[in-house]
């Protein structure tokens, strides 16, 4: 039995090591680590609960809008604040571009390369390349000039030696199956996607004033709106919105979606491969007119589905959240064996591994840094596969139509969707969604605009002096990696305690108290092959399909400055 050892995994946000156990070329076995120690929350004990939303966006400079949000929605509960309508809107444009703008460059620049070959596009034909992207597609650039020129731009990386973003890539793996020509079309559409994401995400600009980390308030948005008024959000402003939200649709219909399904379909055993735990979470999100707590306004609707049983979706109740450091570095004042609300979570830290540059983590009890979150005591997959779950078994009719098109397309059932393939294609699903929902959540805003109503945000509890004494409030949201919670408690005016419970928490989870592993390791240990343990393109595709992002799984830091752990160069 051979251990294999990948890290840093790259093309993912922050530090993750994987190591596995290779078997008759399968993985028999997994870990999966978190190796950065970073973080906010502690830092928060003290403060104006209306600034947590700017502290908690530093978790990560890629899931900026998702914390700022969660965090206004958990003050706002905890202090019965209500959204204005307009506000509402704003902030479902704002999240909603976002997660357009992440699965697309998820698919193109962190998790296509698992499945296109970039050094193979080198001998495509580049009119057959524009022959078979005019079948899938009206896109304009789908000319041979347009292939040749993308060609010799590559070509001229490779015999430079310097192939920049395409460094390092297991390039002739036996495992790549796309012929010449489709991967010329997706290395084409990579660099597109490049200026697209650049141009669309420019809606932060306008309502939230910058990209990275927009603005926000609790009780709304800091979005004044006079059509008339240069000085504010007006008439051009909204004429560019509108531009952006097109551009961004016409982009995943004619680029994104017939890519991933033109890709998909040369990939189908993955589609057996990967699945992982059988149980799924999603707290539901995009409300109407802001009134986030009502979740039956929910336009992907909660819920929780266990054993794969896609006949029930049980209801979500975020009591039954709880989190276990058996396998890491971390102390519980009740042992490693107890698990914990965080309402009362701790946050110790208490490294036991071994002195780095490290060997095999897998030898130890303790291995990373990532807490193991559990719901009712059992593993949960988060994102958008369990998004696209329980809104199909919910009955959710626009998730219904495009997943039963991808899988009438690709000639699967619905079982494949419990895999590799099916996490990346969900994205996908999503993606299309969301992309047609902006211009519903748009035409909305301006409507109210046009009516009068220009209201966004809610001052009416802004005075400390009127609110409670103590008082404790929960913010869900669905970030594009998946169920995002944050906790926080109030006391005389200021953060008493403060907890997040993040996507890639859930997903990367290790082992917990019952032995049971979290869902990057039993998806590696899911039927998985590993055909070449020096090059294991394999490991990549199935936990790229998750979309990591450790940065915000590690978010606690020592606020006295304490020395928490040394390194030293020797």
Excluded at 295 to 316: C, H, K, Q
Excluded at 366 to 373: I, Q, R, S
Aim: net charge negative; aromatic share 10%.
């Amino acid at each position: 039995m051979a251990k294999v050892v990948v890290d840093p995994i790259t093309r993912i946000e922050g530090h993750l090591r994987i190591e596995v156990q290779e078997e008759g070329g399968r993985i028999a076995n997994a870990w999966a680590s978190s190796t950065q120690f970073r973080g906010i929350e502690t830092i928060l004990e003290g403060r104006d609960p209306r600034d947590a939303w700017a502290f908690t966006q530093r978790i990560c400079g890629v899931c900026t809008v998702v914390h700022a949000i969660t965090s206004c929605r958990a003050v706002e509960d905890a202090l019965g604040i209500e959204v204005p309508p307009a506000g509402g809107l704003i902030r479902n444009l704002v999240h909603g571009m976002q997660t357009v703008q992440d699965h697309v460059i998820h698919f193109y620049h962190l998790h296509a390369l698992d499945w296109v070959d970039v050094v193979s596009a080198l001998s495509a034909n580049p009119a057959a390349t524009s022959q078979l992207a005019r079948s899938l597609s009206p896109w304009p650039n789908n000319s041979a000039t347009y292939f040749a020129e993308v060609q010799d731009r590559v070509r001229r990386f490779v015999e430079s030696g310097q192939l920049g973003i395409f460094t390092n890539g297991y390039w002739g793996h036996p495992a790549y199956k796309l012929p010449p020509e489709a991967n010329l079309m997706a290395v084409a559409h990579y660099l597109e996607a490049l200026d697209w994401q650049r141009d669309v995400i420019r809606v932060h600009t306008i309502f939230g004033g910058k990209n990275p980390h927009p603005n926000f308030l609790v009780g709304g948005m800091a979005s004044a709106i006079n059509l008339e008024d240069t000085g504010t959000i007006n008439a051009e402003s909204f004429s560019k919105i509108q531009g952006m939200i097109k551009r961004a649709r016409r982009f995943v219909d004619e680029v994104y979606w017939p890519d991933l399904l033109a890709v998909a379909s040369f990939y189908k055993e993955w589609a057996s491969i990967g699945g992982g735990v059988p149980n799924y979470l999603s707290v539901g999100e995009y409300p109407d007119n802001g009134q986030w707590r009502d979740t039956d306004s929910l336009y992907f609707p909660r819920g929780v589905i266990m054993d794969r049983n896609l006949s029930e979706v049980l209801p979500y109740d975020h009591e039954k959240v709880k989190e276990y450091v058996t396998s890491s570095w971390y102390d519980y004042e009740g042992g490693d064996g107890v698990s914990l609300h965080p309402w009362d979570g701790e946050t110790v830290p208490h490294y036991t591994g071994p002195e780095p540059p490290w060997s095999y983590l897998q030898d130890h009890d303790k291995y990373t840094w990532m807490k193991a979150p559990r719901y009712d005591d059992r593993p949960m997959e988060v994102g958008p596969l369990a998004r696209a779950l329980v809104a199909y078994a919910s009955g959710h009719q626009d998730t219904r139509d495009v997943v039963n098109d991808a899988l009438g397309r690709l000639g699967v059932g619905p079982a494949a969707l419990f895999s590799t393939l099916g996490r990346t294609a969900a994205r996908g699903v999503e993606t299309v969604l969301l992309a047609k929902k902006l211009e519903d959540w748009f035409d909305a805003l301006v409507a109210r605009v046009r009516s009068g109503d220009t209201t966004t945000f809610n001052g009416e509890y802004w005075d400390p002096s009127t609110w409670p004494r103590s008082a404790r409030g929960y913010g869900f949201l669905e970030a594009a990696r998946g169920a995002l919670g944050h906790w926080v408690q109030i006391e005389n005016g200021a953060i008493k305690h403060y907890q997040c419970v993040v996507p890639s928490t859930w997903n990367c989870s290790p082992r917990d108290a019952n032995g049971a592993n979290g869902p990057y390791e039993a998806a590696l240990m899911d039927n998985h092959p590993l055909v070449d343990p020096t090059r294991p393109l394999e490991i990549l595709r199935t936990i790229h399909s998750f979309d990591p992002c450790m940065a915000c799984g590690v978010h606690v830091l020592d606020a006295e400055g304490s020395e928490v752990v040394r390194v030293r160069v020797q």
